[in-house]
């Protein structure tokens, strides 16, 4: 039998773990590894990256958590109640996973204390499915016998092992050097041989290779906020023994103890969670009695179109037809009532709003007023949004008046309730720039030191951060320095080491997840750092992962501009102005526009865009839209390109005839990936969800898959 890692911390133990969850995968395998646990202080952020890496690599994770437990109420947020101590929870089955779920959120929503805590109460209701670890020198038991109170220390093993039964285990460790361990030892191992309390092996794992002790040391100084120089600080360099070590090593390290490596497995064998990826669950949306939502939503779309158009033609019926039939088929008919709701709420309470993105694809979106552009005016292609054979849900992304969001917050949570609800998390990193000056700092160099170098490194663009081995391989003047200054050489090595590791937990800007169930039945959750909404505690990929949908609600100082001004308006002119209805064909605004009277104008004010405005002179809104489009870097380039062929300067050659309809518009340039789509059916005779998928190849830049596409046209 060989041992298994039960006691890891990743980095998602912020600024106090340095392992990067797929090179601790890739390393746990490269040793032989069949199973490995990931235990991070109090929170399960990683768990869900952690579970598919090892899935991938076909090693058995095993979710677990060092939980802090304090002995009176975790109400109790006294000075007299501050102490805690830690506890490994590992989950045994699917049961045990959901309960450590409610465990690590309830440690945050309800016992934080300088840190998230649980009491026996909570260990109590919610132990079933788990299997617990007396943890480190700094468990309750190993406590006792460091303050020389054995029959207290015994007492304390056996009230668990009443609790947990055969799951509990006393964990010894081997860290030479480290103060107390062989003292706490010998108590556990008494204390096993006279309660029958079985010992299990770890190694409480903080990096992968000894190496990487130093870095490890830095980021528990920048967490600290003390300095190499400071007295008495935390550290574990002077052990550089955390390591995450091979089976062979353990068990050379245990061989008194054969059993305790032996028992590393048989926790592991327990160990079988089987979390659901890829599989949705819709948040329950209020229906009429005896009706369903493919049934309201058909209803709704239809009465709404007539509205609209006052008269349905064949046309519009077979685009409405085809998309009801494809969202209602995929199982989404509740997502778009949802979101059906949040606009008539915003049209309630004077709240702009404004939808970004593919769903402007949608006609069906279009008339419940959703999106506010008619597909069919614009030859948008509904498959560019959804289509039968993406796996994935719609995804629309809603900008309202940012003054409003917090009210359209509350009134979600009215609709599903608090425990339904939550903001996804996100996670700062330690980016080359700032890796740099708090590693700096934390050696002990002058701040001016640190700024110097950490400004030699250039700006990464938006999805492309720069890395420091870029700027080195990039930045003569940074190369220069490195390779002819030791101090700015050991900056720049250590910060190396713990560049891109999580710093800190914060809220996304715009994505909220609503759960058909309490959210914790899906995603651990906590209160947000300094203030009082709830978050999730996976980042949004994970909740998208274990099912949950998210919504983007993004709020828009814009748009919080034009309610105002709607508001005034409406006070001192008795005017009722519909910014849906508003014309876009008002030659003022073209007029103004093209004199480059831009300021205060989204998107249209900065320098450079006002400077194209002014040569374009642009007469039509798909002039703006254009220029909003190219207006970015690549793209920028076809700018000239695109004001000489409006203006008649250059003339427009389409290189095939069934390209002219598509590009009409945009003078024979290609700016839109819908035009990419359209241009596959049109050439390549492909379907439109088949153009979808060619879109995304090529957005990815995926050359060999393009290559084989080749022959299609």
Known sequence: MSFVNLH??????????????????????????TACAITDHGNLYGAIEFYKACLKAEIKPIIGSELYFCLESRFEKTSQNRKNYHLILLAKNNQGYKNLMKLVSIGYLEGFYYKPRIDWETLEKYHQGLICLSACTEGQVAQNILNDNYE?????A????????????????????????????????????????PLVATNDCHYLKPDDAFAQDVLVMINTQTNINTPNRLSMASTPDFYVKSPQEMTEQFLDYPESIKNTQKIADKCNVDIEIGKWYFPKFKLPEGKNAEEILTEMVYSSAKEHYKEITPEIKERLDYELNVICSKGYAAYFLIMRDFIDWCEKNDTPTNTRGSAGGSLVSFVLGIVTVDPLIYNLPFERFLNIDRPSPPDIDLDIADDQRQQMLFHIIEQYGADSFAQICTFGRMMARGAVRDTARALGYEYAIGDKISKLIPLGSQGFPMSIDKALDTTLDLKQ??????????????AKQIEGCARHISVHACAIVISPTKINDFSPTQIETGGEKPITQYEMHACEDVGLIKFDILGIRNLSFLRQAIINVRKTRDLEINLRKIPLDDQKTFTMLSAGKTMGTFQLSGEGMTKWLKELKPNRVEDLMAMVALYRPGPMKMVPEFISRKQGKTNIVYELPQLEPILKETYGIILYQEQVMQIASAIGNYSMAEADTLRKVMGKKLTAVMEKEKPKF
């Open 8 to 33: 890891l911390h990743t980095e998602y133990s912020l600024l106090d773990g340095l392992s990067k969850i797929k090179k601790l995968v890739a390393l746990i395998k490269e040793q032989g590894g």
């Open 152 to 156: 207290k220390a015994k007492d304390t």
């Open 158 to 197: 056996k009230k668990f092992q009443d609790l947990f039964g055969e799951d509990y285990y006393l964990e010894i460790q081997r860290h030479p050097g480290l103060k107390d361990q062989d003292k706490a030892n010998q108590g556990l191992i008494k204390i096993s041989r006279e309660l029958g309390i």
């Open 481 to 494: 320095l490195y390779n002819t200054d030791p101090d700015s050489k050991k900056i720049l090595d250590t």
